[in-house]
């Protein structure tokens, strides 16, 4: 009897306790279940990142770093064989998806192994530059890559002017960069000189152009808003 007496208290007190922690997750439940269920008057932001650019690496990377506060770093001497191994991989996909000609390939392939310096700069978070150059008034090739190892900005002058196709070099640096599951990519209005070929896609929130302006050539992809997009 008295071993009885000692347990009653005890187990409604333990009872007590367990009712008392799950009543947080009870409560949660039926809190989710009422948003699931609740019809919103706010309209979805449309400088989110949709689901298919969020299913898409380049895309989502990009979107991550534009996050992310700006940082800038002047230019600065690097070591040549570390920028080398950088970018060779770089200059390997560009040469498999055939964005550019094969000469200026081959000549930008020269110019990184024959370079006499290279200097290095951070314009904005998560990506380097890496400027290969010969010596002043020679040809130079600047390779903007990220850490993870996207090439998002390729440029320079080869001592070349022909056989580069702006439309061609933007397509094809498309498909190397695997976004041509985006289906909704638009003709942007050419801005600046030369033959600008922009591109823009809502879904990936990604801004893609080639040019080439009296032997400078160029092509690069950023991550820009659909606000920011519509202000160009």
Same mark, same amino acid.
């Given at each position: 009897?008295?071993?009885?007496? #000692? /347990?009653?208290?005890?187990?409604?007190?333990?009872?007590?306790?367990?009712?008392?922690?799950?009543?947080?997750?009870?409560?949660?439940?039926? #809190?989710?279940?009422?948003?699931?269920?609740?019809? /919103?008057?706010?309209?979805?932001?449309?400088?989110?990142?949709?689901?298919?650019? #969020?299913?898409?690496?380049?895309?989502?990377?990009?979107?991550?770093?534009?996050? @992310?506060?700006?940082?800038?770093?002047?230019?600065? &001497?690097?070591?040549?064989?570390?920028?080398?191994?950088?970018?060779?991989?770089?200059?390997?996909?560009?040469?498999?998806?055939?964005?550019? &000609?094969?000469?200026?390939?081959?000549?930008?392939?020269?110019?990184?192994? @024959?370079?006499?310096?290279?200097?290095? !700069?951070?314009?904005?978070?998560?990506?380097?530059?890496?400027?290969? !150059? @010969?010596?002043?008034?020679? &040809?130079?090739?600047?390779?903007?890559?990220?850490?993870?190892?996207?090439?998002?900005?390729?440029?320079?002058?080869?001592?070349?002017?022909?056989?580069?196709?702006?439309?061609?070099?933007?397509?094809?640096?498309?498909?190397?960069?695997?976004?041509? !599951?985006?289906?909704? /990519?638009?003709?942007?209005? &050419? #801005?600046?000189?030369?033959?600008?070929?922009?591109?823009?896609?809502?879904?990936? @929130?990604?801004?893609?152009?080639?040019?080439?302006?009296?032997?400078?050539?160029? $092509?690069? $992809?950023? !991550?820009?808003?659909?606000?920011?997009?519509?202000?160009?």
């Amino acid at each position: 009897m008295k071993l009885r007496e #000692r /347990w009653l208290p005890l187990c409604g007190t333990a009872l007590l306790i367990i009712v008392c922690m799950s009543l947080p997750f009870v409560w949660f439940a039926v #809190r989710d279940r009422q948003l699931d269920s609740a019809h /919103w008057d706010i309209p979805a932001d449309s400088n989110f990142l949709s689901a298919a650019g #969020r299913e898409n690496a380049v895309a989502r990377e990009l979107y991550y770093w534009r996050q @992310q506060p700006t940082e800038t770093t002047n230019a600065h &001497p690097t070591e040549l064989s570390t920028a080398r191994a950088t970018v060779a991989p770089c200059l390997e996909a560009l040469r498999g998806a055939k964005v550019l &000609p094969d000469a200026y390939l081959d000549a930008a392939e020269e110019l990184v192994a @024959q370079a006499a310096k290279c200097s290095a !700069s951070s314009e904005t978070v998560g990506a380097t530059t890496y400027y290969f !150059s @010969q010596g002043p008034n020679k &040809p130079y090739l600047n390779i903007t890559v990220t850490e993870y190892g996207t090439l998002t900005g390729l440029s320079g002058e080869l001592g070349l002017a022909d056989g580069f196709v702006s439309a061609d070099v933007a397509k094809a640096y498309r498909t190397m960069l695997g976004l041509d !599951s985006f289906t909704d /990519w638009e003709n942007a209005n &050419p #801005r600046g000189h030369g033959t600008p070929a922009p591109y823009y896609s809502a879904e990936a @929130q990604l801004y893609l152009v080639a040019n080439m302006d009296l032997g400078y050539f160029s $092509v690069s $992809v950023t !991550s820009m808003a659909p606000d920011t997009y519509a202000e160009l």
